[in-house]
């Protein structure tokens, strides 16, 4: 984690975000500590698991119904004397005799000699016989051992933040525990003497604080453990005080406001003495952005603004925090816009979208002030840099929030 | 919650998830609790949240720049006296002079009487004064109040589950609390002679319990609370006990196991004489399926099979709960099949399969014991009743698990 960005003058998104994943790599060597299957659910599997028996483990029966030879049933109908019945859950009996037939309920032991099951819905009981009215192939009905997997095959590789299907297949092999990475730990400082916490009156000039909260929630929702959310003035020392608290305590570090051009950026004056690299990246909203590694830890300053706050998020941290978290990639597809937009040149824009069944309409405009509107996105429309507009109806890249 | 299922006779998959359905719809009206925001990440809101406040709340500046009349800066380049600084935060000032420019950052009031803000890019600083190299029209880089969303206007719709988009915008309002339903509350009993727990030899002819691992993973996954899982023997005093605990507990109860046609089967024999309907869907895994009310509570017996299970809740019982918990619906798309199957006619299958770039590729054969290969499908491929083999390259639906 000693590694510095490869360079400051990194400007386009895709250059940046590379300089971000870059610093954040090193991330992905966490610790790993050994957590049961059933408290597993959404962690990041640290080791490739192997099954440890053949499944099934014996050959059993996948129906009701009656274990028999092939051959003995060969012309149906016949009748055949029933030599007993195992449910599942017993233990294996003796060979089955020839000539006889044995009840089998479904995942029972199929006995040494039998080689087929004819299901109980084909078959006629009476007494101790059993006239089996359709015969049956060698091997129909029957499961034999490994044929789901084999002792010592893959079941779930390494780097994989397990979901229900995993848990189900881990369990199924009686895999009690399972080693996981620790979550990345997620620090968030905001900045802005203009910020108030919810539930208290505005007074003039103020505004709510919203980042923390925001980035607090993404973090989560993305497989972080979300160690301290903090606000700081815009008095340098506080926010010295508080960033020191945050890479102590953290993985990874996020700020918030005080990055722009402004004569008070407590954010940019502060981390670019430490060395932190500080400047725009062509797009819209989210363009001032700084980028530090402090005592060790990176720390990445987003813009102020709700709505850049976010979309810097979804841009530059996301995508390679699913990846330290084992998650799926963020999706992304190409539709048809539902209404023309238009966009600044030089600088890619990320809009809010809805998508609707035939295409993604926008949902507010390009201000990066607009955050009331994007809980009414579900995606964010990538328009290029190049482009400055868009006929409705022209296919465009959404990414899914 | 005193509804019976409409029938007896429910036999499509469509038609038995429908009856499902109907039973579980009252689990929609659950008690509301008050949640603080930040603390509602992923909770069903519980009613229309409308914004308290106009945002922006007043006029300001979405440039790091100077606040000036448009008039006075229509013929550029034009040097104007400083009335001052506002930063993000500061009170409002008195009205700007005329003829003058006001510093202004970004997020900061714009005084009465200025109209547009000049970026910080196109002026030249002189002590006093300030050179503006670029005119800018009335109304450019001015947020107006109320144009993000206006006070009483709706933010969050009643019925979602908060995304972290939703808590940015609520933030950004200072909603400090939200009322929430409480998560449904889900009880599992397995049953089996046959299961043994992870991490103990398995003995001949016994398996691992994995069913109530699953389900509770698989229920954790789309929004349930669960509140228990048991296993029972296959004594029915025992799985009567456990099952009278679960109805206490929760506000739905699934079974596993005991539901086929063999001689012991423990739920089948219990629920059907509290009234429950038994008896075999058209599908495959799956098939024998259960469904009773038990003290008011909607017990849904599901096969004993791991796959059978997992595909039972996929098919069944996963659109309700998704439904109920707010989030957004199983999706559902068409693809071409990647390899050719076959499928027994009269049953509608739903194979395990995993999503490629050109398609679908079924994992696993259609044995309702593959539960290891269940760990690699990322699909269920829906295989219509009726269709009894699929060429490769023959579209179909596919729903993701």
């Known amino acids: 984690m000693n590694s510095r960005p490869a360079s400051v003058s990194a400007r386009t998104v895709d250059e940046y975000r590379d300089s971000i994943e870059q610093l954040l790599r090193p991330l992905a060597a966490r610790p790993v500590e050994s957590v049961s299957v059933p408290a597993a659910l959404g962690r990041k599997l640290a080791a490739d698991i192997r099954s440890p028996i053949d499944l099934p483990v014996f050959r059993n029966s996948a129906m009701d119904g009656y274990a028999v030879r092939a051959d003995d049933v060969a012309v149906a109908p016949v009748t055949l004397p029933l030599a007993g019945v195992v449910a599942a859950g017993q233990p294996g009996q003796g060979p089955l005799p020839a000539g006889a037939a044995l009840k089998v309920m479904t995942g029972a032991p ?16 009476d007494g101790s016989a059993v006239t089996i009215e359709r015969g049956r192939g060698a091997g129909e009905f029957v499961r034999e051992p490994g044929t789901d997997v084999r002792a010592g095959a893959l079941l779930v590789p390494a780097g994989v933040a397990l979901t229900p299907r995993h848990i189900a297949a881990l369990a199924a092999v009686g895999v009690p525990a399972v080693p996981v990475f620790q979550p990345v730990r997620a620090a ?214």
């Open 188 to 401: 968030v400082v905001t900045t802005g003497d203009e910020l108030v916490p919810a539930g208290r009156p505005l007074r003039s000039g103020q505004i709510y604080d919203s980042n923390g909260i925001a980035l607090a929630a993404a973090l989560a929702a993305n497989g972080a453990a979300v160690v301290s959310v903090e606000h700081s003035t815009d008095d340098p020392a506080v926010f010295r005080r508080l960033l020191s608290a945050a890479t102590r305590s953290a993985d990874l570090v996020f700020t918030s406001g005080g990055v722009s051009k402004g004569d008070f950026e407590v954010v940019k004056d502060v981390l670019a003495a430490q060395g932190g690299l500080f400047g725009s990246v062509a797009v819209q909203p989210g363009g001032p952005q700084g980028l530090t590694v402090l005592d060790g830890v990176p720390v990445l300053s987003f813009p102020g603004n709700p709505v850049s706050t976010m979309v810097s998020f979804e841009v530059f941290a996301r995508p390679m925090l699913r990846h330290l978290s084992g998650l799926p990639p963020v999706r992304t597809s190409e539709v048809p816009l539902r209404a023309a937009v238009r966009s600044p040149a030089g600088r890619r824009q990320f809009l809010r979208g809805r998508l609707t069944d035939d295409g993604v309409e926008p949902v507010a405009g390009a201000g990066s002030h607009l955050i009331a509107g994007m809980a009414w996105a579900d995606v964010l429309i990538d328009i290029p840099a190049e482009t400055t507009e868009l006929a409705a109806g022209a296919p465009v890249r959404v990414r899914e929030l």
């Open 110 to 125: 199929i006995p040494p000699g039998a080689d087929c099951v004819v299901p109980v819905e084909d078959t006629r009981r």
